[in-house]
């Protein structure tokens, strides 16, 4: 008889970009990468369907995954994500496990427990009780949430800069450098530049970089910004463990707090305060192999 070894397969479905790693024993068979258009976490049975097809555009021919693990941007709460494992078991007859994305974050950095912080266009955090329950903070969208992430730094130092203007101070750096980017000769049309976004977070996101340098420059309003972005951050974790999540390890990953060492700061130096016994590490590894941890994991 011979040796069977299994072949798992870890995806990670982001905001843009989709991610797929399969693997047989310790040896990788397959690295794959697309964009994540298509992606209908809301719907179980187109995400089973565009899952399926690209497991099958990124497998050798006529390979079956003996498990499989998805962890997917938007996928919000447990009940939604069971549905779309459910479909997915039924369709490779094998063990399936999906997870929010942010959930990939502790078992790519080789941990067993700990908190997952992505800060990238939006921010959200996540980690589980002791019975293993998923809880998530944050990720509620730039128009409400998302401090700490691209979109929400831009409509904070927004506020920021109209503040000044109502206290009849001339733009700063800050000001100038957001009027520059959106366009616009004056503060007040600030407003109607980020009404004007048809994907608010995505494009007010791209803006971020302004905020950055205009505290570079030395304004005091963009330094503020950043800083109250970092204690938000924070606030994620020290909500997690408040309500029972083990906080030890923070593992951060996400496009702006790890491109901005100012964010990162003010996000460590804020969490040193609020959470003493929490360790925040960057995350040096893809996502995905997390999702080939948690892969292996349910086989």
């Known amino acids: 008889m011979q040796d069977f070894t ?12 989709t991610q797929l790693r399969a693997h047989v024993g310790s040896e990788q068979v397959a690295d794959h990468v697309r964009t994540s258009s298509g992606w209908r976490p809301h719907d179980p049975v187109a995400a ?14 006529g390979a079956r995954p003996a498990a499989v693990a998805v962890g997917g941007h938007a996928c919000e709460t447990p009940r939604q994500c069971a549905r ?35 800060a990238g266009t939006g921010s959200v955090a996540v980690g589980r009780l002791a019975d293993g329950a998923s809880v998530q903070v944050g990720g509620w969208g730039a128009v409400l949430g998302d401090e700490g992430g691209a979109a929400g730094l831009v409509r904070e130092a927004a506020r920021a800069a109209w503040a000044a203007h109502d206290r009849g101070e001339a733009p700063d750096e800050l000001a100038r450098g957001l009027l520059a980017s959106f366009g616009v000769s004056e503060v007040p049309a600030l407003g109607a530049a980020l009404e004007s976004a048809t994907d608010i977070s995505a494009q007010w996101g791209r803006h971020a970089p302004v ?24 606030s994620l974790v020290e909500r997690l463990a408040a309500r029972g999540v083990v906080v030890d390890d923070v593992v951060v990953a996400g496009s702006t707090v790890l491109a901005q060492a100012a964010l990162y700061g003010a996000f460590a130096t804020a969490l040193a305060r ?18 080939v941890a948690l892969a292996r994991s349910i086989l």
């Open 6 to 17: 299994p072949l798992v397969v870890g995806i990670d479905v982001g905001g843009t970009k």
């Open 48 to 61: 089973t369907g565009w899952l399926a097809t690209l497991v099958a555009d990124a497998l050798p021919q």
């Open 84 to 118: 779309i494992r459910t479909a997915l078991q039924l369709h490779f007859d094998a063990p399936a496990l999906v997870v929010g994305d942010a959930e990939l974050l502790v078992p790519a950095a080789g941990l067993d427990k700990g908190v997952g912080l992505v």
């Open 211 to 234: 905020v950055f340098a205009a505290a570079e420059a030395g304004s005091p309003l963009a330094r503020t910004v950043i800083t109250e972005a970092g204690r938000s951050l924070a």
């Open 274 to 291: 609020s959470v003493p016994g929490a360790r925040p590490q960057p995350l040096r590894a893809p996502p995905v192999e997390g999702a």
